[in-house]
């Protein structure tokens, strides 16, 4: 059992608070707005008035509030030692406010730990969900068997904080493309007068050809093996090339498409027609 202070209460913090409450540990909560701390007295947790008083009979310190410059805020204010606790920002945040809250810990003789949450306040505790962390030198042995309380598949990915807000960034925008895809491909078919259901109920028959770009993924990326391609840089540049003449003949916005072929096609020029499309990581990136 371990002492834990959550401050911040919105509906991840609470949701982290249950969590490690029901696994048994002494939960001390703290909100900015007073009154929601008092759901989690009635199961036992700590209300502390202030910041400091909640990471003053903790030992691990997790902050869920709404970005880490909001955090900076808090630990700046902070009139206690925190010299030698563990602090965990758990609020999502830029590269530039991760680094200065490092900072700030550091300075003060406090140990910690970035978390990047990957998953909605209904999926803490689950096995399934993943927080990334960064931290100093021992913070993932020392802590890491509590976050993955909270998320089952947690792991540990260094001690830069600019690597968890690119992880951020990075998976982020994975997921963004795809939604965004689907907006894009909404309208031109809705100029070209598809019904939306149509379009819509083909959308899952595609989810099957993304998962086959995660493979194709997997296995060229990591290993930067691009040759043999079975569908080649050149022929995805041809299909984009007449998916883009279609957006632009239908006036629908077409820039999406065009950021793919305009790039697609200047790696063809540059003599990578033959790699896999996953090629223009290397080549995008120069
Ligand atoms: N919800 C999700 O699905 C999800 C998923 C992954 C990551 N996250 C991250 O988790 C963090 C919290 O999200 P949430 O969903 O819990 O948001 P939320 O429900 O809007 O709650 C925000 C929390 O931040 C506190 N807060 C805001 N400004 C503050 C300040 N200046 N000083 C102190 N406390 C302050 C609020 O306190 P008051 O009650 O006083 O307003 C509240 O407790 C965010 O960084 C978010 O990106 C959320």
Same mark, same amino acid.
């Given at each position: 059992?371990?002492?834990?202070?959550?401050?911040?209460?919105?509906?991840?913090?609470?949701?982290?608070?249950?969590?490690?409450?029901?696994?048994? *540990?002494? /939960?001390?909560?703290?909100?900015?707005?007073?009154?929601?701390?008092?759901?989690?007295?009635?199961?036992?947790?700590?209300?502390?008035?202030?910041?400091?008083?909640?990471?003053?009979? !903790? &030992?691990?310190?997790?902050?869920?509030?709404?970005? *880490?410059?909001?955090?900076?805020? $808090?630990? !700046?204010?902070? %009139?206690?030692?925190?010299?030698?606790?563990?602090?965990?920002?758990? !609020? %999502?945040?830029?590269?530039? &406010?991760?680094?200065?809250? #490092?900072? $700030?810990?550091?300075?003060?003789?406090?140990?910690?730990?970035?978390?990047?949450?990957?998953?909605?306040?209904?999926?803490?505790?689950? &096995?399934?969900? %993943?927080?990334?962390?960064?931290?100093?030198?021992?913070?993932?042995?020392?802590?890491?068997?509590?976050?993955?309380?909270?998320?089952?598949?947690?792991?540990?990915?260094?001690?830069?904080?600019?690597?968890?807000?690119?992880?951020?960034?990075?998976?982020?925008? #994975?997921?963004?493309?795809?939604?965004?895809?689907?907006?894009?491909?909404?309208?031109?078919?809705?100029?070209?007068? #598809?019904?939306?259901?149509?379009?819509? &109920?083909?959308?899952?028959?595609?989810?099957?050809?993304? *998962?086959?770009?995660?493979?194709?993924?997997?296995?060229? /990326?990591?290993?930067?093996?691009?040759?043999?391609?079975?569908?080649?840089?050149?022929?995805?540049?041809?299909?984009?090339?007449?998916?883009?003449?279609?957006?632009?003949?239908?006036?629908?916005?077409?820039?999406?498409?065009?950021?793919?072929?305009?790039? %697609?096609?200047?790696?063809?020029?540059?003599? *990578?027609?033959?790699?896999?499309?996953?090629?223009? /990581?290397?080549?995008?990136?120069?």
């Amino acid at each position: 059992m371990t002492n834990i202070a959550i401050l911040g209460l919105g509906s991840m913090g609470s949701a982290l608070a249950h969590c490690l409450i029901k696994a048994g *540990h002494n /939960v001390a909560v703290w909100n900015r707005t007073p009154g929601k701390s008092d759901a989690f007295t009635n199961l036992g947790a700590r209300a502390a008035k202030t910041p400091d008083e909640a990471i003053a009979v !903790s &030992d691990f310190a997790i902050v869920c509030v709404k970005s *880490h410059a909001q955090t900076v805020k $808090i630990i !700046s204010d902070l %009139t206690i030692s925190i010299q030698g606790k563990m602090i965990c920002d758990m !609020s %999502t945040g830029d590269t530039k &406010d991760a680094e200065a809250l #490092v900072k $700030i810990l550091s300075a003060q003789g406090a140990r910690y730990m970035l978390g990047m949450i990957n998953a909605y306040p209904s999926g803490i505790g689950t &096995d399934d969900a %993943t927080i990334l962390t960064v931290g100093s030198a021992g913070s993932w042995l020392a802590y890491g068997p509590i976050i993955q309380t909270l998320a089952g598949r947690s792991a540990c990915i260094g001690r830069e904080p600019s690597a968890l807000a690119a992880m951020f960034a990075g998976l982020f925008s #994975v997921r963004q493309g795809f939604m965004f895809g689907m907006i894009y491909g909404a309208i031109v078919c809705e100029k070209a007068g #598809v019904p939306m259901q149509v379009f819509s &109920d083909q959308i899952p028959a595609s989810l099957k050809l993304v *998962h086959d770009y995660y493979g194709l993924f997997e296995r060229s /990326v990591p290993t930067e093996r691009f040759a043999n391609a079975e569908a080649s840089m050149k022929v995805y540049a041809l299909a984009q090339e007449d998916a883009l003449k279609t957006f632009q003949s239908l006036d629908a916005p077409s820039e999406f498409m065009q950021l793919m072929y305009d790039n %697609t096609k200047a790696a063809w020029d540059d003599g *990578h027609g033959d790699q896999e499309l996953t090629a223009l /990581v290397k080549t995008m990136a120069n």
